[in-house]
């Protein structure tokens, strides 16, 4: 059991799952950020400009509240919303890729530098081994 704890901890605890970990927290509230902005900024003026449409309440009803039984609705607003925070989320993920992209494509067209010269003294002791070496038979 001790050597499944210990698997355990060098999957939890390698770089990767970490960033993982980092990016669904940071993907999450960055989805509450998305949300936000498209339910109370963007589509309340869009709503205003067509004939003061409230997005969010916007639903084809497919049968009536009765008695004690809600309303049967198709929420098109709200799906409407989705889509749009989808596709801002999408537009998002696509500039971050298409910038990390860019980058790794600078970094291969860069060449190494050249390694440093040998020092002084590097030199003088390839040289005594060069010698060294002539001397034996």
Known sequence: M????????AFALRGNVLDLAIGIVIGAAFGKIVS??????????IGLL???????????????????????????GQFLNALVQFLIIAFAVFLV?????????????????????PSREAELLAEIRDLLRAQKP
């Open 36 to 45: 936000a902005f498209v339910d109370h900024l963007l589509m309340p003026p």
């Open 97 to 117: 890729i298409k910038a990390v992209n860019r980058l790794r494509r600078e970094q291969e067209a860069t060449p190494p530098p050249p390694p440093p010269a």
């Open 50 to 76: 067509l004939s003061g449409v409230d997005f969010s309440e916007w639903a084809i009803t497919l049968r009536a509240a009765s008695e004690g039984a809600p309303a049967v609705t198709l929420g098109i």
């Open 2 to 9: 001790k050597g499944f704890f210990a698997e355990f901890k």
